[in-house]
């Protein structure tokens, strides 16, 4: 994965050198961790503890303090469970997001796990303001081997999600994922707009599973941890996934994102191919780091 190489080399060049875990060392590792995204206020916290763990435990060699920071990293990340709750029929999958940060292929790589787990999955063109929108998402519905739910463009997202609903019903689907429109976080209509999703989804499907996740750019640093919190305050996130890590190694957004709002990141994105959406494993991340 081209994002862990590229941090992996950050974090390797800050170990190569080590002779022991002094003040240079820390000073390091925390510039080390605010240039990987991770955030000033996530990154002096790790540091801290990290210190405090060196000195109460008497920690000396390389590999016991990579397995501490290890830890530290991991314990910051480790917030929710991180799979995906789809137990009713159907579940609801809502993904939300700016422009241009992958929503609709998130969706249609997701489509394409779930139906090789047997699921019968139905796509929700909901976003029905950007042009040829819902044409990408049948393109990706296709290649999942899905069905999609459309309606012409500029049409209500609620009357598409209605439709997709009666029809998951209707055909016995066990999952809904539905695609909205993006934005830049205008909270009003953003509010607006997902309240009402959310009423059609209570009256139509009450008590169904439902998931809100948020996706997110990696290559956008902190902006990523602006956009979350404006969404979580919005619409409520289960979880974030982070698209785009195969090109960038600011990814310590994850680890800000979980630490600073509580959110898990349940799936990184990491190529354009339909299998390159992975779920996210706190531990295996911070691992293939460090």
Known sequence: MGFFDKLKKITANLFSGFTEADEA????????????DIGMDTALDAVEKLRTR?????????????????????GEMSVDDTALSLSTQPSVVLFIG????????????????????????????????????????????????????????GADPGAVLFDALQAAKARGADVVLCDTAGRLHNKANLMAELAKLSKIIDRECPGCDRETLLVLDATTGQ????QARTFQETAGLT???????DGTAKGGIVVAIARELGVPVKFAGVGEGIDDLRPFDAKSYVEAII
């Open 25 to 36: 060392f820390f000073e390091e590792l925390e510039e080390t961790l605010i240039l990987a």
């Open 54 to 74: 060196v000195r109460k435990e008497k920690l000396h060699e390389q590999e016991a303090v990579r397995a501490a920071l290890r830890e530290i990293l991991a």
């Open 98 to 153: 700016v422009n241009g940060v992958g929503k609709t292929t998130s969706i249609g790589k997701l489509a394409y796990q779930l139906k090789k787990k047997g699921k019968h999955v139905l796509l929700c063109a909901g976003d029905t303001f950007r042009a040829a929108a819902a044409d990408q998402l049948q393109i990706w519905a296709e290649r999942a081997g899905c069905e999609l739910i459309r309606q012409h463009e």
């Open 223 to 226: 902006n990523g941890l602006i």
């Open 239 to 245: 979880g974030i996934v982070l698209t785009k890590l």
